[in-house]
């Protein structure tokens, strides 16, 4: 038989990205509908999980060369906006189409949205268990019902607009109108990451004129972030479309536009605030410091705003305070189990003076040498750190906050952890995806490919494959 031609190789890749996250799909079906308990078979029930576990590793596998190749032929072919988007959309379609079953996330938002939208509480203070006659308590993890908001008010106010959307089908069969909030997330995340990945193009272009296909196609088709932001429906693509706004923008030296797009990352999730002297910065480097303040203060206003909707009332910051005194899973959570120290603050302020380090260097670099790459890489170092030191209440969601911005660098130490990473995180979902647990198993495996592995294995590891592939 004839070779297939060049241009007809994205497209069946992109087919074949599709393929594995409906096998991550049949996976998710069997989490919700196939228990498999049975005093007949009581073989059924290890194979079922078995094949859930292997669904992801199933995944991982044809996602991850669909996303290599893809990468290859991107930078190859150097195909038009409009045929990347076109290739793309059936993926983010087999991504909405997985049942989110590696993360309950999902539900609380909504759960959440539901306390704004439909109880007319402030979700910074009052929690969703205290409605007791909402019928969606009984969906999710029980323990965050009784938790605030961790999030901006730009997700609060989201997670309402869907919640109070949602309601309009509330005559669907039970759990219909859960259903189609999830759903809804899943469009609004798709679609994040698809603008995400337009922008990235503009980012590459400037770090290395000829990589902005292969950029699209790096974030895009990210088995990581297609598995994180679609699939499992995690609100992380919301805090990555704007910070990648912002430095697109900053890449263009138009620093007023950059730093309200980090303001808007700020609203959305807070942690991007350590990103602002490093932003600064390179403003001042580039002569618009004062565009850079004038962003800062249109920013300002959209804050008063969400600050006379949710903050004027007593404690409504105080989940500032006890998200700061978390530790999760992370280098400095292993050195707290190995040693048996029972104070997490003995790890936490050493991971601070991690990441403040961090930043410094990130800062001192940036002055010496404002150039797009030095940025990037100042980013994903220090959000790469605060996710290591676990002061994110780490899961493997978060490495959407280095991960993309790593690809972007095209070379060096934090690009190869990072395309690492986007195979191997997902991989530490196995233990719960075979025995449904979160425990120190699960917590060690997720450390051990979410972290160890790309981290150690950057250090030997190059690919054969270049930025200019």
């Known amino acids: 038989m004839p070779e297939p031609r060049a241009t007809d190789r994205l497209p069946r890749l992109a087919w074949l990205a599709a393929a594995a996250l409906l096998v991550l799909a049949a996976g998710g079906f069997r989490h919700h509908l196939v228990w498999g308990e049975s005093a007949r078979w009581p073989w059924l029930l290890p194979l079922l999980n078995a094949a859930e576990a292997g669904s992801v590793v199933g995944f991982v596998a044809l996602g991850g060369i669909a996303w290599w190749r893809g990468m290859q032929l991107a930078a190859a072919q150097q195909p038009s906006l409009r045929q990347l ?149 995690h609100n992380e693509p919301l805090l990555l479309v704007a910070v990648m706004a912002a430095v697109a923008a900053l890449c263009s030296a138009r620093a007023g536009a950059a730093s309200f797009w980090l303001g808007v990352g700020v609203l959305t999730k807070f942690v991007p605030a350590l990103l602002g002297p490093l932003f600064a910065v390179v403003a001042a480097r580039q002569r618009r410091l004062g565009a850079f303040v004038l962003g800062v203060a249109a920013c300002g206003v959209l804050a008063a705003v969400f600050w006379w909707q949710f903050f004027r009332v007593d404690g409504a910051f105080d989940f500032l305070r006890r998200q700061s005194q978390q530790n999760a899973v992370s280098l400095l959570w292993s050195v707290q189990r190995v040693f048996g120290i029972d104070d997490a603050r003995h790890v936490l302020w050493p991971g601070r003076a991690a990441v403040l380090v961090v930043l410094g260097v990130a800062i001192v670099q940036a002055w010496r040498r404002p150039a797009p790459r030095v940025l990037l890489l100042g980013l994903a170092g220090v959000m790469l750190t605060l996710v290591a030191c676990g002061l994110t209440l780490h899961g493997p969601w978060y490495h959407v906050w280095w991960v993309p911005f790593a690809l972007l660098a095209g070379h060096g130490y934090l690009h190869r952890a990072a395309c690492i990473a986007s195979l191997s995180a997902p991989l530490g979902y196995l233990v719960w995806a075979f025995a449904r647990r979160h425990d120190e198993p699960s917590q060690w495996l997720t450390l051990t490919m979410g972290m160890l592995l790309p981290l150690l294995g950057a250090l030997v590891v190059r690919p054969r494959v270049s930025a200019d592939a």
């Open 85 to 233: 988007v076109r290739c793309t959309v059936p993926i983010l379609v087999a991504a909405i189409v997985v049942p989110p079953f590696l993360s309950m996330d999902p539900i609380d938002y909504v759960v959440r949205g539901r306390v704004l939208a439909l109880h007319g509480g402030n979700p910074y203070v009052q929690v969703a268990s205290q409605f007791a006659d909402d019928p969606f308590l009984a969906f999710g993890d029980a323990p965050w019902k009784d938790f605030p908001l961790p999030y901006g008010p730009i997700v609060a106010n989201l997670q309402g607009a869907v919640a109070w959307l949602a309601h309009r089908f509330e005559f669907l069969p039970r759990p219909g109108e859960l259903v189609v909030a999830i759903g809804l997330f899943k469009l609004l995340f798709a679609g994040c990451l698809l603008v995400a990945a337009v922008l990235a193009r503009d980012v590459a272009r400037h770090v290395r004129p000829g990589s902005e296909h292969r950029a699209f196609v790096a974030l895009a088709w990210n088995p990581l972030l297609l598995n994180e932001c679609v699939a499992n429906a």
